[in-house]
Every structure is written in structure tokens, then in C-alpha cells.
């Protein structure tokens, strides 16, 4: 996907992975510092309206793109050699904008465009793929008729999670559901409620769900003290570190 937009009679853009690109900075440290301004000027009432998000087919953040003003506003408080790289490249930009695209950028812009649908299209494929193996695998998984004692319910893993490190149950559900690096569950349970009517839960087995939950906290960003981020997760969420033996 082209980085820059440009259009006959708009306003010229800049996307978030193109000012980390000048500026050296992370992408997501970008898009965070891209989500608390427009927040502020939300608060303030401007209208964002004309603000552009482009998300992937999980659903997440892989480019925002500001005009001039919003990207001007974005960079205030970074050093001035990196305000002097992205105003000059604006500058370049608006130069683009102001004459005609050769045939030789049509083309390009097009095979650029083609390029992102068929990655799209590739993401939703493996989506659906792994959708497509969890139903399969719950086919062979074991059922027991109690929860064994080194397995957790999904109850029990947001309490211990909350408990360790301060993490809501949202959270919680992306790390054993949509995480790249899930744990795999353990088996089922029936549950033995009168009114269940033969349903089951799925349990994992403490030691993997500590070890995933390790891994994700380890490659978490603390925004502020209670406040992290973390690459695959949208937004911010609550982290506190605990010690435990």
C-alpha cells in the first residue's frame, strides 16, 4: 500500500508509517502518540471527521493518515531535526500534488493497490483457516466430568490474571482467543449445573496459560504507570506488574 495519498483536488497526507519511517520512531509509538492527540482535540471539539483509518483484517490499526495541520500538531513536541524532515517531506508532497501523475505513478499507485487487496485477502484466508482448525480441534479434545486441578476455566484465568497483573477480561479473552501465540486448550469439562443441559467449558492448563501470559506482558509497553500497549492489542489496557514467588 502506497504510504502517501494523493488525489486531484485534495489535500495532501501523510500516513503514521511514513512520519516513524522520518522521524525513526516505532509505528505504534506513533499511533499512540497519533490516538492521544486526537483524543485531546476531540475533548477540544474539533471535527475529525476528515481523518482517515486504514485497519487490517483483524481489525487493526495499520495506518492513520492527517493532512498538513494535523500532522504539523502531531509533531510539535518532537525534536526539531525531526520536524524539520517531515515538514520538508509535506513540502515535497504538496509539489507532488500540484501537477499531474505520470502514467508511470498511475501504474505503480494501481500495482501498489493490488498489492494490499491480496494481502488482505491472504490475512482473512489464515483467519479463517485457524477459525476452520479450532473447530476441528474441539472435535478431539478430552472431556472431563470435573475441572482437573492443574487446568483453569476461563473464569478462573481472568481471576489469576487480574490477580498478577492487573489485566481486565477483554484482555484476557484476546490472549487465549485471537493471539497469535494462544495457549492451546486442555480439553473440555461438562458442566454439571442442573440447568446446563449437557454444555461444556473449555479449560487450559495453568502452566501454559502462565507462560503465555508471561509473553505477552514481556512484550508490552508501559505507557504510564498502570498503562500499557502491546502490538497486537488495540488501545491501551491496564498492566500492574506484581511480584509473586
Not at 60 to 83: A, C, K, M, V, W
Request: proline fraction near 4%.
Amino acid at each position: 500500500m502506497s504510504l502517501v495519498t494523493i488525489k486531484d483536488g485534495d489535500a495532501v497526507t501523510m500516513t503514521s508509517s511514513e512520519i516513524a519511517e522520518l522521524t525513526g520512531k516505532l509505528h505504534k509509538n506513533v499511533i499512540r502518540d497519533i490516538r492521544e492527540m486526537l483524543e485531546e482535540l476531540e475533548k477540544d471539539g474539533s471535527d475529525l471527521s476528515h481523518v482517515r483509518e486504514d485497519k487490517d483484517a483483524r481489525g487493526y490499526t495499520e495506518n492513520f493518515h492527517l493532512d498538513r495541520e494535523l500532522t504539523e500538531t502531531l509533531i510539535t513536541g518532537y525534536s526539531i531535526p525531526l520536524r524539520h524532515k517531515v515538514i520538508r517531506r509535506l513540502h515535497d508532497l504538496e509539489e507532488q500534488a500540484a501537477r499531474p501523475m505520470t502514467q508511470a505513478e498511475i501504474t505503480a499507485a494501481n500495482a501498489n493497490h493490488l498489492v494490499a487487496v491480496e494481502r488482505q485477502q491472504r490475512e482473512q484466508q489464515v483467519a479463517l483457516e485457524r477459525i476452520e482448525q479450532k473447530v476441528e480441534d474441539l472435535g478431539r479434545f478430552h472431556v472431563w466430568d470435573y475441572c482437573p486441578q492443574n487446568c483453569l476455566s476461563l473464569t478462573g484465568v481472568k481471576a489469576a490474571m487480574n490477580d498478577r497483573f492487573g489485566l481486565s477480561g477483554p484482555v484476557v479473552d484476546y490472549v487465549l482467543k485471537l493471539w497469535p501465540h494462544q495457549p492451546n486448550p486442555a480439553g473440555m469439562v461438562r458442566n454439571g449445573h442442573e440447568d446446563a443441559m449437557g454444555s461444556q467449558y473449555m479449560v487450559w492448563a495453568k502452566t501454559l496459560v502462565t507462560a503465555a501470559f508471561k509473553r505477552f506482558v514481556s512484550e508490552s509497553t508501559m505507557v504510564t504507570a498502570t498503562q500499557a500497549t502491546h502490538p497486537y492489542f488495540e488501545g491501551r489496557f491496564r498492566l500492574v506488574q506484581k511480584a509473586k514467588p
